[in-house]
C-alpha cells in the first residue's frame, strides 16, 4: 500500500532524512518512533507529498507521489492525515469541519457529506457534538474529531503524527481507542507514536529512526524481544521507565 | 467664547450637507471593500514563492505607504486624463484613488492576519486534498479576516477621517458641503464645527465598535 524507497531529503545542508526505504501493506500498522528531530515527522508527510523529497520515490496505492506530474490533491484526497495539534479548523463547526474536504475535493453532496462525516462522528462517539466548534471541544474530543474528519474522506490508508503528544494523560486513551478499534478493522495505518502501550497491541511492525535514517525495522515482538541497535535499546529503556 | 452662533444655517444647509456625507461614506465604503479586496490579493502575492510576484507586491506597498494621501490624490486627478484622454471626474478620481491606496494599508494588516494563522491549519487543508487557492479561500482567510477585524475597521475609521481630503480635487464630500454653505450664508464657523461633530460622531461610535469587537475575537480565540 505505502512503499518508501531510498528517500533522502535536505533542509539546506541539513540531510533530515537519509535514504529511507520501507513498506507498509494492506491492513499493516507499523508504528514509527524514535527520540526528538530524528525525522519520523518528515518521513510520515513525504507519504502524502506534504514534504516533497530530494531524492527516492513514493508509492502509494499505486500512485508514485514523488513523480512531478502526479495530481498530489487527489492522492492527498485517499491518504488520511492526523496531526499532534489536532488543527481542526477553529471558524468551522464540527459538522463543517467534517464535509469541508468531502464536498470540495470530492464534489460530494451537502447532504451526502453530511451523513458520511455524521457516521463518522458517530462512530469516534461525537455525535451529540456536531454543532459545536473546535474550541468547545476537550483535547481528546477534538483529536477524536480529526480523526473522523479524515475517515469521512473514505481514506485507503490512515497517517498519524504523535496523535496523543499534545494531550493530558486522561484523554490519551480515548483517542488511543478509537486508533485500536480503527486497526482492527483493518485499516493500513502508519503512525508516529511513543505510546508503546499502542504498539504491543495493535501494531504489526515497528520502525525506529534516527538522525534521519531508519534503524530498526522489524516485527514488533523482535523490537520488543530485543532490539539489534544499542541506540533503538537505549530509547526503549528511557520510554520505558515512565 | 462664540458669540452669536447662528444655528438656523445649519439647519438650512442639511440637504446640502447630506448629499456630502453621502459622499464620503460611499467613498469610505467602496475605498474599504475595495481595498480589502485588493489589499489581501497584495497580501497573498507578498508571501508568494514567486519572487516577482512578491517583490512586485512589496514595492507597490512600500510606494503607497511613503507618500502622502493628497499628493497620490492630486497626481491621480492630474495624471489620468492625460494618460486616458478624458477627465474621470473628481468623484470617480477620488474613488479610484481611495482604492489603490488603502489597498496598501489593508494589505498588510491582512499578511499579518495571514501570518497569525498557525501552519498546521495549511498542512491540515492540504492533507485533505484542498487547492492552495481552496485552502486559503476557506481555511486560512476566513481567520485571518477574523483575527484582523479590529484592526481592519481602525484602518476604515483612518480612512474615513482621510476622505476629507478629496477636497483637494474639489470632489463633494461632507468637508466641501460645509466650505460651500459656510460660504453661501457667510457662516463659516457654524458649519465647520457642525461637520467636525458629525466626523467626530461617525468615528467615535465606530472605535467604541472596534473595542467591543477586539473583547470578542479575543474570547473566540
Ligand atoms: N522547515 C524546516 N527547515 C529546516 N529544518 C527543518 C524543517 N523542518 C524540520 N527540520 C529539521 O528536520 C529534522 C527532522 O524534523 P522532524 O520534524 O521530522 O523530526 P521529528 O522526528 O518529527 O521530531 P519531533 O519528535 O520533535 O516531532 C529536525 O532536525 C528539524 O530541526
Ligand atoms: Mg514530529
Same mark, same amino acid.
Given at each position: 500500500?505505502?512503499?518508501?524507497?531510498?528517500?533522502?531529503?535536505?533542509?539546506?545542508p541539513?540531510?533530515?532524512?537519509?535514504?529511507?526505504?520501507?513498506?507498509?501493506a494492506?491492513?499493516?500498522?507499523?508504528?514509527?518512533c524514535?527520540?526528538?528531530g530524528?525525522g519520523?515527522s518528515t518521513?510520515?508527510k513525504?507519504?502524502?507529498?506534504?514534504?516533497?523529497?530530494?531524492?527516492?520515490?513514493?508509492?502509494?496505492?499505486? @500512485?508514485v507521489v514523488?513523480?512531478?506530474?502526479t495530481? &498530489?490533491?487527489?492522492?492527498?484526497?485517499? @491518504?488520511?492525515?492526523? #496531526?499532534?495539534h489536532?488543527e481542526?479548523?477553529?471558524?468551522?463547526s464540527?459538522?463543517?469541519?467534517?464535509?469541508?474536504?468531502?464536498i470540495?475535493?470530492l464534489?460530494?453532496?451537502?447532504?451526502e457529506?453530511?451523513?458520511?462525516?455524521?457516521?463518522?462522528?458517530?462512530?469516534?462517539?461525537l455525535?451529540a457534538?456536531?454543532d459545536? #466548534?473546535?474550541?468547545?471541544l476537550?483535547?481528546?474530543q477534538?483529536?477524536?474529531v480529526?480523526?473522523?474528519?479524515?475517515?469521512s474522506?473514505?481514506?485507503v490508508? %490512515?497517517?498519524?503524527?504523535e496523535?496523543?503528544?499534545?494531550?493530558?494523560?486522561?484523554?490519551i486513551?480515548?483517542? &488511543?481507542?478509537?486508533? @485500536?478499534?480503527?486497526?482492527e478493522?483493518?485499516?493500513? %495505518? %502508519?503512525c508516529?507514536?511513543?505510546?508503546m502501550? #499502542?504498539?504491543?497491541?495493535?501494531?504489526?511492525?515497528?520502525i525506529?529512526?534516527?538522525q534521519g535514517?531508519?534503524?530498526?525495522?522489524?516485527?514488533?515482538e523482535s523490537?520488543f524481544g530485543?532490539p539489534?541497535?544499542?541506540?533503538?535499546?537505549? #530509547? &526503549?529503556a528511557?520510554i520505558l521507565?515512565? | 467664547?462664540?458669540?452669536? +452662533?447662528?444655528l438656523?444655517?445649519?439647519?438650512?444647509?442639511?440637504?446640502f450637507?447630506w448629499t456630502g456625507?453621502l459622499?464620503?461614506?460611499?467613498?469610505?465604503?467602496?475605498?474599504?471593500?475595495?481595498?480589502?479586496?485588493?489589499g489581501?490579493?497584495?497580501?497573498l502575492?507578498?508571501?508568494?514563492?514567486?519572487a516577482?510576484?512578491?517583490?512586485?507586491?512589496?514595492?507597490?506597498?512600500?510606494?503607497?505607504?511613503a507618500?502622502?494621501l493628497?499628493?497620490?490624490? +492630486?497626481?491621480f486627478?492630474?495624471?489620468?486624463p492625460? +494618460?486616458?484622454g478624458?477627465p474621470?471626474?473628481?468623484?470617480?478620481?477620488a474613488?479610484?484613488?481611495f482604492?489603490?491606496?488603502?489597498?496598501?494599508?489593508?494589505?498588510?494588516?491582512?499578511?499579518a492576519?495571514?501570518?497569525?494563522?498557525?501552519?498546521?491549519?495549511?498542512?491540515?487543508?492540504?492533507?485533505l486534498?484542498?487547492?492552495y487557492?481552496?485552502s486559503?479561500?476557506?481555511?486560512?482567510?476566513?481567520?485571518a479576516?477574523r483575527?484582523?477585524?479590529p484592526l481592519? +475597521?481602525?484602518?476604515t475609521?483612518?480612512?474615513?477621517q482621510?476622505?476629507?481630503?478629496?477636497?483637494?480635487?474639489?470632489?463633494?464630500?461632507?468637508?466641501?458641503?460645509?466650505e460651500?454653505?459656510?460660504k453661501?450664508?457667510n457662516?463659516p464657523?457654524?458649519?465647520?464645527?457642525?461637520v467636525?461633530?458629525i466626523y467626530?460622531?461617525?468615528?467615535?461610535?465606530l472605535?467604541?465598535l472596534?473595542?467591543?469587537?477586539?473583547?470578542?475575537?479575543?474570547?473566540?480565540?
Amino acid at each position: 500500500m505505502i512503499s518508501i524507497c531510498g528517500v533522502s531529503k535536505w533542509y539546506g545542508p541539513t540531510r533530515v532524512l537519509d535514504d529511507c526505504s520501507t513498506e507498509v501493506a494492506k491492513g499493516d500498522v507499523v508504528v514509527v518512533c524514535g527520540p526528538s528531530g530524528s525525522g519520523k515527522s518528515t518521513l510520515i508527510k513525504c507519504v502524502n507529498g506534504l514534504e516533497a523529497v530530494q531524492r527516492g520515490e513514493v508509492i502509494v496505492d499505486g @500512485v508514485v507521489v514523488t513523480a512531478p506530474k502526479t495530481d &498530489l490533491n487527489r492522492l492527498r484526497a485517499r @491518504v488520511g492525515m492526523v #496531526f499532534q495539534h489536532f488543527e481542526l479548523f477553529p471558524h468551522l463547526s464540527v459538522a463543517d469541519n467534517l464535509t469541508l474536504g468531502q464536498i470540495k475535493v470530492l464534489g460530494r453532496s451537502r447532504d451526502e457529506a453530511i451523513a458520511r462525516g455524521l457516521k463518522m462522528l458517530d462512530r469516534v462517539g461525537l455525535a451529540a457534538h456536531r454543532d459545536k #466548534f473546535p474550541a468547545q471541544l476537550s483535547g481528546g474530543q477534538q483529536q477524536r474529531v480529526a480523526i473522523a474528519r479524515a475517515l469521512s474522506m473514505d481514506p485507503v490508508c %490512515m497517517l498519524f503524527d504523535e496523535p496523543t503528544s499534545a494531550l493530558d494523560p486522561e484523554m490519551i486513551s480515548e483517542v &488511543l481507542d478509537v486508533m @485500536v478499534a480503527l486497526a482492527e478493522e483493518g485499516m493500513t %495505518m %502508519m503512525c508516529v507514536t511513543h505510546e508503546m502501550g #499502542f504498539a504491543r497491541r495493535v501494531a504489526d511492525r515497528v520502525i525506529f529512526m534516527d538522525q534521519g535514517r531508519i534503524v530498526e525495522d522489524c516485527a514488533k515482538e523482535s523490537f520488543f524481544g530485543a532490539p539489534r541497535s544499542e541506540r533503538a535499546q537505549q #530509547f &526503549l529503556a528511557k520510554i520505558l521507565q515512565h | 467664547m462664540l458669540p452669536n +452662533l447662528d444655528l438656523e444655517v445649519v439647519g438650512a444647509s442639511l440637504p446640502f450637507l447630506w448629499t456630502g456625507l453621502l459622499f464620503s461614506l460611499k467613498l469610505t465604503l467602496v475605498a474599504m471593500s475595495g481595498g480589502i479586496v485588493c489589499g489581501t490579493l497584495l497580501a497573498l502575492a507578498r508571501l508568494s514563492s514567486i519572487a516577482p510576484l512578491r517583490n512586485a507586491a512589496a514595492a507597490y506597498v512600500n510606494t503607497l505607504r511613503a507618500i502622502p494621501l493628497v499628493m497620490v490624490i +492630486l497626481w491621480f486627478f492630474l495624471v489620468i486624463p492625460l +494618460l486616458t484622454g478624458k477627465p474621470v471626474g473628481a468623484e470617480n478620481s477620488a474613488l479610484i484613488t481611495f482604492t489603490l491606496f488603502e489597498a496598501a494599508f489593508y494589505g498588510e494588516i491582512m499578511r499579518a492576519g495571514i501570518q497569525s494563522v498557525p501552519r498546521g491549519q495549511v498542512a491540515a487543508a492540504r492533507a485533505l486534498g484542498l487547492t492552495y487557492a481552496q485552502s486559503m479561500r476557506h481555511v486560512v482567510l476566513p481567520q485571518a479576516f477574523r483575527n484582523m477585524l479590529p484592526l481592519l +475597521l481602525t484602518q476604515t475609521i483612518i480612512l474615513f477621517q482621510d476622505t476629507s481630503l478629496v477636497y483637494a480635487i474639489g470632489a463633494k464630500d461632507l468637508l466641501k458641503a460645509a466650505e460651500v454653505t459656510g460660504k453661501n450664508y457667510n457662516r463659516p464657523v457654524e458649519m465647520y464645527v457642525f461637520v467636525a461633530l458629525i466626523y467626530f460622531a461617525i468615528c467615535f461610535a465606530l472605535s467604541r465598535l472596534v473595542r467591543r469587537l477586539q473583547a470578542r475575537v479575543a474570547i473566540v480565540r
